[in-house]
């Protein structure tokens, strides 16, 4: 799993609770991704980082925020959970140079009741 | 209409059998191909990574890139059960931090 571990691996939210997500490293990579995974959709990407306090927006970023105070660690925040954040949320990295592959975490499964 | 097309299946094929999954794509921009395995409940983990047109082999696997066509393919040779997963393209352009990826193919292999 290329040294990359997520916390929670699963949890139950309810609407309007705020929530974090944690993305683990042990690669020493530069970059940092969160993914969000929903049938018929693929991955999208949320926020990505491409160093220590340098975060930008995806595709599919309302609702959340992230922060990156170390290399080895990537926060996703949803602010105010709503029943839409339901889904398998992964986090990726990739070695220093662009266009490297994405290797990914195994996955937080977040429910939003 | 979405950058990247990819048939969702689901396939099934007995054991054994050739695989072909395959990826259309719109952005001519695009140079860095790659496909992923993702097993149930599993994070994606990559296969194979190609720069440009042409084949690359390993093992079983073979990618081939059409920049012509704007075509991948990726075949699998005498499958086995445990090629039993889901099959995601993904694709970028030179320097451009982001993967834009295809919805992902479940592939079954009946024993």
């Known amino acids: 799993d290329a040294g990359i571990t997520q916390s929670p691996r699963h949890k139950v939210t309810e609407t309007g609770t705020p929530v974090t997500l944690r993305c683990h490293q042990t690669e020493n990579h530069r970059y940092m991704y969160w993914y969000r995974q929903d049938p018929g959709h693929g991955l999208r990407l949320i926020h990505y980082s491409y160093g220590v306090k340098d975060t930008d927006k995806g595709e599919v970023s309302d609702g959340y925020s992230v922060s990156r105070s170390k290399t080895e660690d990537f926060l996703l925040t949803l602010e105010s959970a709503t029943s839409s954040q339901t889904s398998v949320y992964f986090c990726?990295?990739?070695?220093?140079?662009?266009?490297?592959?994405?290797?990914f975490g195994n996955g937080t499964r977040l429910t939003v009741t | 209409q979405k950058e990247v097309e990819q048939d969702p299946g689901p396939l099934s094929v007995p054991e054994g059998a050739i695989v072909s999954l395959n990826c259309t794509y719109s952005?001519?921009?695009?140079?860095?191909f790659m496909w992923y395995r993702q097993y149930s409940r599993k994070g994606p983990e990559l296969l194979m990574y190609t720069y440009s047109s042409g084949n690359k082999e390993d093992g079983r696997f073979t990618a081939q890139v059409d920049k012509s066509s704007k075509y991948i393919s990726l075949f699998i040779r005498d499958s086995q059960p445990s090629d039993s997963a889901t099959y995601l393209c993904a694709m970028t352009g030179f320097g451009n931090e982001k993967l834009t990826f295809g919805t992902g193919t479940r592939l079954t292999i009946i024993p």
């Open positions: 952005n001519s921009a695009f140079q860095y």
């Open positions: 990726a990295i990739s070695a220093n140079e662009r266009n490297s592959p994405l290797h």
